[in-house]
């Protein structure tokens, strides 16, 4: 038996079970569907609609929903509801895809290191992460908020400084688990260099709970945006968020509902979308989870 | 998943018209006695008795052309395809095969503990005449261990951390209702007996943790003969331990098979057992039985060819030494003195320190082209000596001369040139790839962080894997896309990447079917023999070893026990604890000394 062949096509990650799993996830599949959606919505809708989200129309004001050109209605000085939701939905999921990039980024670097290098220096790190962990988030959200200019920037690094460390947590075992198996040891064998081996072998084993913990983290960075900007911290008016727009409904809650319930119901169907895909995701890489 | 209601009524038919043919009386009481669904089968079994018509009295257990269906999608329609076999009263049958053959899932099919995606598409299982096929769970519970028992390769998974192992013993039988809380008490206490646990008063508050592989597995047979079952399953019991244990073991089990005239069914992938223990064997290949016969038959005059490879590829204990290469050249690679590596595991501080000294002391040294067996038994430190060769692990204390240079001293950053000069083969061909790594990054990887342009090192790595067998197109793929084998063929191509001088393999071969050990080894005989390379060859099995060694050191508890030529080792054994090992390799001994065959 000289040569084995192995005449099969490669095998490609689209026919891997983790893809069949997910897309037999229902909620997951409808999550996807649901932020694509808002997605396109949000970065073509505006040029669709007939009034631009600043302009101020004094006659119109508090037109409800389905009231002519004005789908969502108005706001109190006029201006068109779809168009300021779909400029706010820029803006917020923009702030939240970036702030889960972000402390993905911070989260993936604290826990590889802290995970392989292990002894003293992951155990400070670590220690570092439990000092963050023991500090309520919101008020150091909103300490940061209040000291700082806030800025669509600005906002992303503070959500992003603020929740790194559940995915450092997350990756910090993983890493460890993984250091130990043979494949790590045979990189270590071949003479790799340290970093070689932390990020280019063991990393992309790490992968699978670090893209859950992420889409998961885009859920949270949009609810916390909401609420900063919501408590006027956040993202300054004029330009509109999710948040500062349930802020401006406050005051019309009785008299004008829709103002706070369109936001208010981007919100909770960008966060559970997240929530479901990042749960299908779960699904999708927990091997234990295949029936067949 | 439920059983479809058709099938258990079809099975209730199946009995009550058997009985029909035999005389309208009894299936006039059948019949007229309303099937009562709590009852225990048990207490059915005079009547299935009476029924059973195809299946002669003195057949415990049979098997008749039984397929069990894979889910779609499988690499094969079928785990197994009409198998069929008798399990005669009194007797032990071994089923043996490769992985992959079906054995376990025989097994499994015979306890009804298939897993829900797999299910028994045709045949019958007579369990003393009764069809277990298709039988509600509730029945089927009821059956197990009270008429057939099941014993696992594995048995610290098999057995509840949480609870003593007397509670275990006493509820196999709590949870049939069998007997009083005083007299569970005192039967776990007799079976510890019989299961020769030292000490069993004490034993019965043991947590499993506390116990040996060996003391487990006895614990295992132990919770197996509660009920006092007339059939006894054993899925591999013996291969999760080391060969002096394993020796043990089945001689407990021929023990109590002869004293309780049980009928035994004992899977195992290794002739060397089914030599000790069989009266009858069942050969699988792929899903079908493909020979079986008496013992003496199956192993004397196999008549399949399978069979013939089979036994032909079971690594036979010779007592040669091996024809060395290049007989003039004797220059010294590797010298070890007085290594030492102690692990310490707890707090010091708290004063609970646990100590072990994993390697004690060694020394010994390696000529170059010359192959050095390290044999011993698990936690006798062959494999920390491995790692430490390699830097892998930093040693205490003691000294490495490599080349006449002292690895041991030196710091990663020093020792990384050194690094392509000591390659490893690691023991499992699964953990050891990296999963998200192409064959073609595995093998470049090392060479270009050396410095080695990526088109030479990909030119390199084309052929070698030529060179171990594979098809040249492996350099795109996954490691995910190969057999076991194949993969520790990768991994031997990684280990030859850099023309290394010494080859350390830590258990290189045995998570691989026998077959597959008779290429690998070959494969590294032949590599040996054209590249001059040095190997330490780690290995439990002393019947490998004796394969394709120039010299032994049989290692236990940290020391060199003995070291010498396998003639030596295994023909003229100087230390008591050699002699242990090499007289409880299963199934056969060295071709020299036959008198030893006859008494077992």
Redesign the interface.
Known sequence: ????????P??RWWHSRAVYRFMRHHLALVGIAMITLLVLACTIGPYALPYDSLHIDLRARFAPPLSGHHYFGTDPLGRDLAARLLMAGRVSLLVGFSAMLLSTLIGTLVGVTAGYRGGWIGAALMRVVDGFLSYPSIFLVLALAATLRPSPVMITVIIAVTSWMETARIVEAEVRSLRE???V?????????RR?IMF??IL??AMGPIIVAASLAVARAILLEAYISFLGYGIQPPLPSWGNMLNGAQQYLASAPWLAIIPGAAITIAVTSFNFIGDGLRDALDVRND?? | MSQPPTKEWQVERQIVDLSKERGNAKSQRLESQPYDRTRLIGEDLPMASDVQAAVPADVALSVRDLSVSL?E?MERAYAVENVSFDLKRGQILCIIGESGSGKSVTANAIMGLLP??IRVSSGAVHLNGMNIVGLSPIKLRSLRGRVVSMIFQDPLSALNPLMTVGAQIEEVMAAHDVGTPKSRRSRAVDLLIEVGLPDPQLMYHQYPFRLSGGQRQRVMIAMALALEPAILIADEPTTALDVTTQAQILQLIRDIQRRKGMSVMFITHDFGVVAEIADYVVVMEKGHCVEQGTAEQVLKSPSHLYTRRLIAAVPRLTGKDRVALQPADRTSILKVECLAKTYRSGSSFFGRQRIVAAVNGVTFDLASGRTLGVVGESGSGKSSLG?LL?K?MDSDSGSILFEGRDIAALSEAEF??L??KI??I???PF???????TVGQILT???V??GMPYGEAAERARELL?HV???S??F???PH??SGG?RQ?I?IA?AL??KPKLLIADEAVSALDVSIQA?ILKLLDQIQRETGVSMIFITHDLRVASQICDEIAVMHRGHIVERGPPSQIFLDPKSNYTRELVAAIPGEQPAQAPQHLANP
């Open positions: 038996m000289t040569a084995i062949a192995a005449h099969l490669p095998t198996r043979e494949f040891q045979a990189a270590r064998m071949v003479g790799l260099s070689h280019r072998e992309p084993n029936h067949f | 889910p999608g829900k995606a790692r390699i892998l990384r040139p690094r392509p390659q490893m690691f023991q499992d953990a050891s790839l990296n999963p998200r790594s990887v090392g060479p962080a050396h030529s067998g594979l098809d197109g492996a795109d793929r996954y896309e190969f194949q063929r991994g990684r990447m850099f290429q």
